[in-house]
């Protein structure tokens, strides 16, 4: 189940990277699950690493190697998340690193290793070392498709995003990318797993300021069920292949780089919602009139993640009563629930803290009754505002929890 | 759906206590939804309430009441909340309370109203003021069973418990009562519906302390998918018609009663639980050595309210990384994995941050298998400890909670 078809992407290659995706039998015979990425030399990474105080083997060696050394390969198997097991866990990733580099001739250290699937099961790391020379023969400029294909755990499509934009000054850049996740969903700085590359020359201090402002409106946004998984890492490359160069952060091509990265990542981070695990809505919570961001998260997360809430909206029901009740739960100190309205789509449900008075059962049905659904709170009481995205609570996402193991 | 059969209570008559319960054909025809409690001269009540800014009109005005005149009737409905609804909201809940008043010649400020059902529709006051006369010619002393029934929404059966007692000095007691709610529970220093009565003379600001420690250890001790009512409340009665009598909060006497008390709010609210929307499994999470209560709260909140740890439990599945995922996005600070051991029932599944050496796939199953699971998280890092008490998260729940207003 997913929210409307999925999106044919054609993706512009960017100069300096060279991607290949195998099968190596981690979970399932027969689908992609190994894949790896080659940055270019004189390339900078970025990257932003999940919150979650059980991280992951490799995200903790990621997160260091990233810091301290140039990075030239991701590695990156589904099937096994290499999560909750111990020292050994960093032992196998450190070893699958190892393998790559030799064959590569780089030092391990500039291979980040990056996991997704089970929690805590042994990473089969024989079969990812017996794979590596066919997966790195494979490399080549064009196989996004299939390295976004070979990422995917739950997920029923692959997700990736492109542009190419042109700066005041003639100067020429191109940004791509591919995401994955669908369920386990609510990154905090951080997300599931994507990987993002532009082609422009970006100093590394200036190239994290640019992730940490896209992650922040686009994967720090949305929440499937408010679970952080212990294995996300969100990553952005600039190869410096290409014509642009930005050294400025104030620069006017610091911000349509900044716009068009924020674009590609939104993308990503909606298409994630729209695939979530049993998903049949894509909702936007907006939370206008707060006092402060940080409230307006309050509101927008407790809406969002309310399986009272969420369960409505998989029945189309315009229970407003619902929503009302997870606003008032949020934890606003003194909310004046008559300065609180909140509409559906164009049609307003609650003005007063109780239902409005031209409201329509039959408006909100109309409203209830569309794929994409857009929730406006107003509270108010100051200038704030946020925007988060999630998706619906089905059976079908029970299905898929309960069955995953099996 | 519910986890075992339920218990079949034979309750102890409170000296003091009227009841009755009609069909006034609120929501559906044909079934109780019209509860009267009557409660003699000379009785004391404590009550605590939702927190939720979004509280009901029946809320607020029993909320009031109770702080300032004795009361004598509770006058409760369902099928409808009466929440959400604005000031028309209050004016039909204080119309029926008169109408009660006018038929037991009694003020309607002792009269305190509680609704439970829909939110958001208007409150039909007028087949409440219909069947009130039927209601208090119903009134008898022995109509426990049929008033538990009458409060029932989505919940499968009723809920009740009882108690008596003799203390050291001969003192005998009675404690009686009864609750609803399988749903949208998570309560906040209040509860769903719960009324309990005791037969012991006890003032008002003793019996608040009573109450709130009472509730403390139960009602908000549980939480099925964190929504917090707009209507929940709890109340205590003591009718003085008993031969104990507490003056002295620090007494032997006061001591036993707490604990009498005690188990009854615990037998109520484990049999919310137990009968709790889609429930399929009765789930005791507790968290061990931890810094603070706030923190073992905080740990213990995370894993029963994560839908991927109730889905796995819903598949008797021993997915043990989901759990160690919800603690380490918990918000602890500085929490050391590697002190952090998690065990089920009596099978230790992880220390030192990573499946534990001598756990076996197979163990973990046959505990998962059970009807009633204890989940024990040790921290390690203090002696704060605490309990809460879950359900697992099926598709009968989604289905449940899309169905509910068709």
Known sequence: MAVGPGRKVSIIPIEGIRLAAVKSHIRYPNRLDLVLVEIAEGSTTAGVFTQNAFCA????????????????????????????TGPEGELAAVACCDGLAEIAQTSSRQVLPFSTGVIGEKLPFEKILVALPMLYEALSADAWQSAAQGILTTDTRPKLASTSFTTANGSQANISGFAKGSGMIRPNMATLLAYVFADAKIETPLLENFLDSAVN????????DGDTSTNDCCMLVATGKGSLVITDADSEAARQFQSELNAVFEQ???????????????????????ASEQECLAVAYTVAESPLVKTAFFASDPNWGRILAAIGRA?????????????????????????????????????????????????????????????DLSSEYVRINADYRS
């Open 331 to 391: 934890g606003l100190s003194d909310l004046d629930i008559e300065s609180v309205t909140v509409a559906l789509g164009d049609t307003l449900l609650v003005s007063k803290g109780a239902v409005d008075a031209a409201y329509s059962e039959r408006a909100g049905q109309s409203e209830m009754d569309k794929d994409a659904i857009r929730v406006q709170i107003n509270l108010g009481r100051g200038k704030a505002r946020t925007r988060v995205w999630t998706s």
């Open 268 to 290: 990503l981070a909606t298409d994630l919602i729209r695939d979530a695990e049993g998903a049949s809505k894509f909702i936007t919570i907006e939370v206008n009139e707060g």
């Open 57 to 84: 083997a490799p995200v903790r060696i990621a997160r260091e190697r990233v810091k301290n050394t140039a990075s030239r390969y991701f590695l990156i198997n589904t099937g096994n998340a290499n999560a909750g």
């Open 217 to 224: 409106n686009s994967f720090n946004r949305i929440t499937v």
